[in-house]
């Protein structure tokens, strides 16, 4: 007989032999072990009604310990999950419900009006409720449940859940992934970053997207360890709780506000093992204030919703240091390389397509076959659509750096402009914040340079200086034609800057 290769079942294959011990603490009260295995299968009973098993569930409800039962209760029935952002309106949840046909539909009583109606167009036959205090349809039909529930048997290339790219240009894609593709993601990185069962996670992130739903969680899942689970990022409640905490996980925006608190200092954060940053790019700047003041260096790692985690700096000081700019080597039995346009490699120190191939890398996109195909090599690497260098000055040629997405690549006068050269420079100089470089269209270059730059606080920019100290460094095709001076950056919920928000604006 094969085994049973449900995700559920490896997680819980962690969890500790002590069922009475908290796993989730939450500002009002803390859920076992046992309360986490038993309030998901009340669910997945609930579930096993109204689904089959490789149905989709599509979920846009508020963080709450009861969210994370409902996922845990959709691996067990065997169901794919689909988390979405809290924030899709009407329009953007109509496109998903329609695209991914959901058997069920769970939804935050407030919209429910809505919701309804765009899952009734979709041909969804149940839609439920649950809100962030727990109330709502899903909980009162799972309260006169059972709470035992054998996970239904799934092998490695079942699907476990379908998450959709943001897509800020053309239609937004879903990534299929499978009970395979997440088991052996996790199970690399409890190795990698050596969790522990007596490790305490503060987890802040949301749990719509990878980095929350998937990288934190199951790490602690599979580890045993207990989870502080907040609802978003309050700093307040991060500074409360991260004296009893061993590990921290956040998008590089929650590092930034922390710092900018004087209460956030070494004493608070004695007893923490280490603090890891992704989803978007950790300024070289936050990485050196927090290791100055702090102590630790924040461990940077890469990833995305194709393929988890990719990359990451080391965890365990014998198998390298972590470097600034860069998100570090391939993670254990996973290949990167960097490429040209035909493919081929480039040498160490050159900029080229990042791709990727393991047993992390989804099974495709969500009906999208061509797709699918268009973005896979002929010998099966994933063209990750993001720019990155190998190696380079000073670096150790395993080390990966992200150069950006090379749909943000800048082609002016024929010339390509990575926008990351020009930011690096702008960064450094005196007053600047952080900076954003763009290609907005241009009559006779194609694409023209433009930076967005934000002052420190109290700094004033002095806009001409800038542009001469940029054009004493950079080739003139690179020197932006304009500099707008903004207070904030656009960012998503991740803290990805919204580069095409910005082309908008100053196209
Ligand atoms: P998502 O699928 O929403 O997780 O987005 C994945 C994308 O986020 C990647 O393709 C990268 O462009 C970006 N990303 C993730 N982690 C990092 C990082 N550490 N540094 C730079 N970009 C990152």
């Not at 709470?147 to 937004?172: C, E, K, M, N, P």
């Not at 570090?328 to 040498?347: E, H, M």
């Not at 930011?423 to 241009?442: C, K």
Request: one cysteine or more.
């Amino acid at each position: 007989m094969q085994s049973n290769e449900n995700l559920y079942v490896v997680l819980a294959s962690g969890f500790p032999e002590d069922r009475g011990a908290v796993a989730l603490q939450t500002p009002e009260r803390g859920y076992s072990w046992d309360d986490i295995d038993r309030g998901s299968a009340r669910i997945a009973n609930v579930l096993r009604m109204l689904a089959c098993p490789g149905a989709r569930v599509a979920v846009q409800v508020h963080k709450s310990p009861e969210a994370l039962m409902l996922y845990l209760a959709a691996l067990r029935a065997g169901l794919v999950y689909l988390p979405l952002n809290t924030a899709y309106h009407e329009s953007e949840v109509a496109y998903f419900l329609g695209d991914a046909e959901p058997a069920v539909v769970v939804c935050d009583s407030g919209n429910l009006e809505w919701v309804e109606r765009v899952a009734r167009q979709a041909g969804t036959a149940h839609v439920l409720t649950l809100d962030a205090d727990a109330g709502g349809t899903l909980m009162a039909a799972a309260a006169g449940q059972g709470d035992a529930f054998v996970a239904v048997a799934r092998q490695a290339g079942d699907l476990a859940a379908i998450l959709y790219t943001s897509g800020t240009t053309g239609r937004s894609k879903g990534a299929m992934l499978t009970h395979g593709n997440l088991a052996s993601n996790a199970l690399t990185l409890k190795e990698y970053w050596g969790w522990r069962p007596d490790d305490v996670l503060l987890h802040m992130l949301p749990i719509f997207h990878i980095h929350g739903l998937f990288v934190a969680t199951h790490g602690a899942l599979l580890s045993g360890a207990r989870m502080v689970w907040l609802p978003g990022l309050n700093i307040d409640q991060a500074l409360r709780y991260l004296p009893e905490c061993t590990l921290m996980m956040g998008v590089p925006t929650y590092y930034v506000r922390l710092l900018g608190d004087a209460r956030f200092t070494r004493e608070l954060c004695a007893g923490v093992r280490l603090f890891v940053s992704g989803s978007a790019p950790l300024l070289e700047d936050t990485f050196r204030e927090f290791e100055a003041r702090i102590g630790p260096r924040i461990l940077e790692r890469y990833g995305m919703s194709e393929a988890g985690m990719i990359t990451s700096n080391p965890c365990d000081p014998a198998l390298g240091e972590r470097i600034a700019g860069t998100v570090g080597p391939a993670l254990p039995g996973i290949a990167v390389r960097v490429v040209d346009d035909a493919d081929r490699s480039v040498a160490a120190g050159v900029t080229g397509h990042v791709q990727v191939r393991g047993p992390n890398v989804f099974a495709g996109y969500w009906r999208m076959p061509e797709k699918t195909q268009q973005e896979f090599t002929g010998d099966g690497w994933f063209r990750t659509g993001d720019l990155g260098t190998l190696g380079g000055a000073g670096i150790p040629d395993h080390y990966l750096s992200i150069v950006g997405r090379s749909k943000d690549l800048i082609i002016s006068g024929g010339y390509n402009v990575y926008p990351k050269e020009i930011e690096i420079i702008l960064d450094d100089m005196s007053g600047v914040q952080e900076s954003a470089v763009i290609g907005v269209p241009h009559k006779d270059f194609g694409e023209a340079v433009v930076a967005v730059v934000v002052p420190r606080q109290g700094a004033s920019i002095d806009v001409p200086a800038m542009l001469a100290g940029l054009k004493a460094e950079l080739a003139n095709f690179k020197v932006p034609k304009q500099i707008h001076v903004v207070d904030s950056l656009p960012r998503n919920t991740m803290g990805k800057v919204q580069k095409n928000v910005l082309r908008q604006r100053y196209g």
